[in-house]
């Protein structure tokens, strides 16, 4: 499966479990694990669009990024925008969602926003 393909499946399976699972009433989800499981996902997204891109800037020197700072400081050296996203996505989908499980509907929606931002910008 292509790489854009299998970011899209994440992205789609986190909307998938917010949609169907994480009972959304008014402003808030009420089921927090689903929550933090679609979280987890969508983040994972977001990671893997920075891998992409990455990938594409470095060729063959690249190697996986073993912690967000280390994300950080190299998209920091090729695309503040998508770091920007990146950041954005940490904080609202790995920090608020997943970490600390928040029913906020609006952070969640604002993650994935991010995560979808980054997509298109490296297609």
């Known amino acids: ?11 789609a399976n986190a909307k998938e479990i917010l949609s169907t699972k994480a009972k959304k009433e008014g402003n808030e989800y009420r089921d927090i694990k689903y929550v933090q499981m679609a979280s987890g996902t969508a983040y994972n997204a977001a990671l893997m ?8 800037k ?10 967000i700072d ?3 400081n190299r998209l920091r050296k ?9 950041n954005e ?15 906020s509907v609006r952070t969640i929606k604002e993650g994935l ?10 297609e």
């Open 49 to 56: 669009i920075a891998d992409q891109y990455l990938l594409r």
């Open 113 to 122: 926003d991010a995560t979808q931002k980054m997509l298109a910008s490296i």
């Open 78 to 86: 090729y695309n503040k925008t998508l770091l920007s996203y990146l």
């Open 1 to 11: 499966m292509e790489p854009n393909q299998e970011i899209s499946r994440y992205l």
């Open 58 to 67: 470095e060729g063959n020197k690249f190697i996986k990024p073993k912690s």
């Open 89 to 103: 996505a940490y904080d609202t989908l790995h920090l608020a969602g997943y970490y600390h499980g928040t029913p």
């Open 70 to 72: 280390e994300y950080r």
